[in-house]
């Protein structure tokens, strides 16, 4: 533990044993103008001398020495950062919601044989509120990579949004152009279809390296996230994939909110 706080745990310790500091020079036999310098945090002390002073305050080193790396190392939130993450897994919840309803309309569509013809509104409709919330969403991955120095989260999470804004807008621009033939069609789709498919797994490596702070469960939705990525990307197994694309979306709306209560503790 680094001064000044080294000191404050000292003179802490001292007062709860009841002990003043002329006492505690005569347990561990340290200079008395020492022990008041280390406890104001004027001088950095060795070692040595700070396990005597914790053996005479009948201290174990070994916790000692553990708990203070740990809250050297604990993260503090700002009301600013706890705001970000807060919105960020309330708007996961609204990806979620219009993630199934963007499914449901291009299914309606398909079904209809009018997949770029019509459906401009209903698109543009779904689109808006399905980006803003998105963008809300990352905003709490970026703020996450931020706090915990994941520089590769927030690129993932710049690419993410780009990716999805150039599908939401592929779509759109194919029914106020009316182009509806097969090839076109089937080219598109499979464009759509490789860039998600690279948002995710890019955004699934990211989840991953959180798996540090937040543990296994972002581990887990990492390897899903690459795993769905890669199946979206494959083209054959793409409609397996959809059908996990809301529970995973879910899941990462729970790692954010798990992520907002743990960090800082």
Not at 9 to 35: A, H
Request: net charge negative.
């Amino acid at each position: 533990m680094k001064q000044p706080g080294l000191g404050k745990k000292i003179l802490e310790l001292r007062k709860q044993k009841g002990l003043t500091q002329e006492e505690l020079v005569e347990i561990c036999n340290i200079n008395v103008r020492t022990i008041q310098r280390i406890e104001a945090g004027d001088v950095t002390p060795r070692s040595f001398t700070v396990k005597t002073i914790l053996e005479a305050l009948e201290i174990d080193a070994g916790t000692f020495f553990e708990e203070s790396i740990h809250e050297e190392n604990k993260i503090q939130l700002s009301a600013s950062d706890k705001s970000v993450l807060r919105v960020s897994w309330i708007s996961g919840i609204f990806v979620s919601i219009t993630s199934v309803i963007g499914m449901i309309i291009e299914f309606i569509l398909i079904s209809d044989g009018d997949f770029y013809n019509n459906g401009l509104f209903l698109r543009i409709g779904w689109g808006i509120p399905f980006l803003i919330s998105l963008f809300f969403f990352l905003n709490g991955y970026k703020k996450l990579g931020n706090i915990l120095n994941n520089k590769i989260i927030v690129s993932a999470s710049y690419v993410y949004f780009i990716i999805e804004l150039l599908i939401v807008l592929i779509t759109i621009s194919f029914s106020v152009f009316n182009l509806s033939d097969y090839t076109t069609e089937l080219l598109s789709s499979v464009i759509i279809l490789i860039l998600f498919g690279t948002a995710e797994l890019i955004l699934g490596i990211g989840v991953m390296k959180l798996k540090d702070y937040l543990g296994s469960f972002a581990q887990i939705i990492g390897i899903l996230k690459m795993v769905n990525g890669a199946m979206f990307i494959s083209i054959i197994f793409s409609p397996l994939s959809s059908f996990l694309l809301v529970p995973v979306l879910i899941m990462e709306t729970i790692l954010i909110y798990n992520a907002a209560q743990k960090i800082g503790e």
